[in-house]
């Protein structure tokens, strides 16, 4: 049993860390300050006539650092911290058993190599050689050596069922949980979840399970189910590229929601496009509490109904604003594209104005009945600067939401889009959704490992702090994090000039630079209690 003295010594050990880290960045912020001082004094516009360019270094030399070691990822390690302390890293091990002997990887090692290349500028496995002989790199990551290109591709081709792949979602899911724990409770008031698929093409001619797409591209058709709140992949689907969008989602979405309902979440939406509007699956959501909006087809019945509703029930639709300007309005700039199909005489469609109304409708295959609010679209077909007609256009939206008025669920539909974003970061950030690999499988769990990487960006922005005096900035602070680009995040929180020092028991990262980002750096350190 431990004794009051040990204890003791203990708490005063914890104390005199908590000062020193603190101190330490303490330190780092005052140096953070003069850096940007001085670099404001160094960027002010002087009005003086320079006699030569200021482009003109001279007296360049090189030399090799003998001693010390530097890598131009300093800011991997809260990448590593935060896969750490979410329990990712046992979770890996415990759920992903794939490798009958460690010699010497274990299966997070390779899971989170491959996520780690994606964070650190990787676009594809071939990368790997590169970073295997860095120094600063290994050292950084704690590691004598990683796995290389070749040894990478064959642990993705010990996925052999979606069975397998799932037990590496299952692991993700336990780290992201322990995340999400740490929000503050307002957190948990809503997750929205949307869903899309997307082509990947493949120029391979062997690659089992890939098909050619409606549009006549060979690949494979993953699906992608994400929270809006965060922008997390919380499934990736890989399927043969002649499948439709919504095939399998119903089941995905299932799973989805008790895992979100066990996480805590009041409320849960569902969205997504006309593909994903499965009428037979509309009930049982709604009867689990799921509130639901879908674009629905424009069905020659459903027109009808929307033709011979009255005058009365459209109201004009106004959309919103995207951007306020903050100072005054710039002229508005010189339509090109305009002019030219005019000049021409393209055909061009011209969006007059817009209407919504609503009525209900149920379903063949519903029991029940659900709201369908209905876009009404006037549009001119003009050829040149001459009227050929005017059309009108239906766009028709189903949910269960009885509350919201007709325009507010448009726009919230509408927000769906935003998942395209998701998925264009995903295709040329991490570069996830893409097929290195030799088969359906191998390559899903590729899309898995390489998303990851995005995965942890969010999670690095979650692990901020939004409590104390400046709580409001703060929560835009982390905001920004979670909404940024992925090569931006990158530029920012990652690629940050860094000395690795090995010392005793400790791994030091001397930064040897900064940005205007800092600030919330430091802060992850202090809460990662680096």
């Known amino acids: ?83 750490q302390q979410s329990g990712l890293v046992d979770a890996i091990n415990r759920h992903v058993e794939r490798l009958q002997v460690h010699f010497p990887y274990h299966e997070s090692d390779h899971v989170l190599n491959i996520a780690y290349n994606a964070l650190t500028d990787g676009t594809c496995l071939e990368d790997l050689k590169k970073k295997r002989v860095d120094t600063a790199y290994l050292n950084a ?35 992201r949980r322990n995340v999400w724990a740490q929000q503050p409770e307002e957190f948990f008031d809503c997750a929205t979840v949307d869903m899309d698929g997307s082509i990947v093409k493949t120029t391979g001619e062997c690659k089992f399970g890939m ?54 979440f009041r409320r849960i939406v569902f969205r997504g496009d006309t593909a994903f509007s499965q009428t037979q699956h509309l009930d049982r959501w709604n009867d689990r509490g799921v509130t639901f909006y879908f674009g629905y087809k424009a069905l020659p019945n459903l027109e009808g109904l929307a033709e011979n509703l009255p005058k009365t029930r459209w109201k004009k639709l106004n959309r919103r604003v995207c951007h306020a300007a903050k100072t005054q309005l710039r002229t508005k700039g010189h339509p090109v594209k305009e002019n030219i199909i005019v000049d021409r005489e393209y055909k061009n469609l011209v969006l007059q104005r817009e209407e919504v109304a609503e009525f209900d409708y149920q379903p063949t295959a519903c029991g029940q009945v659900y709201r369908l609010i209905v876009v009404r679209k006037h549009i001119d077909e003009m050829k040149g600067q001459k009227l050929l007609l005017d059309d009108v256009r239906y766009l028709f939206y189903i949910t269960n939401d009885r509350t919201s008025t007709p325009a507010e669920i448009v726009f919230t539909c509408n927000a769906r889009c935003e998942q395209e974003n998701l998925i264009e970061q995903l295709k040329n950030g991490p570069r996830s959704l893409t097929a290195p690999v030799d088969n359906l499988y191998s390559n899903w769990a590729y899309m898995l490992m390489a998303s990851l990487g995005w995965t942890l960006k969010a999670w690095i922005a979650l692990s901020l702090p939004e409590t104390g005096r400046w709580k409001d900035r703060r929560r835009q602070e982390k905001c920004e994090l979670l909404r940024m680009e992925f090569r931006t995040f990158v530029t920012a929180m990652i690629r940050i000039p860094c000395q690795i020092v090995r010392t005793g028991r400790r791994l030091i990262f001397r930064l040897l630079n900064g940005n205007d980002r800092q600030p919330a750096f430091w802060r992850l350190v202090d809460v990662l209690q680096l």
Request: include cysteine.
């Open 1 to 83: 049993m431990k004794t009051r003295a040990y204890q003791k010594r203990q708490t005063a050990s914890a104390i005199r860390a908590k000062k020193s880290r603190k101190r330490r960045i303490k330190n780092a912020a005052t140096c953070h300050a003069e850096r940007e001082l001085k670099v404001r004094q160094r960027t002010r516009h002087k009005c003086e006539d320079h006699q030569r360019p200021l482009l003109s270094a001279a007296g360049i030399q090189y030399e090799v650092s003998q001693r010390q070691s530097a890598t131009c990822y300093g800011g991997i390690g809260l990448a590593t911290a935060v896969a």
């Open 141 to 175: 990551l704690g590691a004598n050596r990683i796995p290389d290109a070749s040894t990478a591709g064959d642990f993705c081709r010990r996925f052999e069922s979606k069975e397998q792949i799932d037990c590496l979602h299952h692991a993700i899911d336990e780290a």
């Open 211 to 264: 098909d050619m797409s409606y549009k006549g591209i060979w690949g494979y058709h993953p699906l992608l189910i994400s929270l809006a709140e965060t922008r997390e992949p919380l499934r990736i689907v890989n399927r043969s590229g002649n499948r439709t969008s919504e095939d399998g989602a119903a089941v995905e979405c299932d799973g989805i929601a008790d895992y979100l309902q066990s996480c805590g």
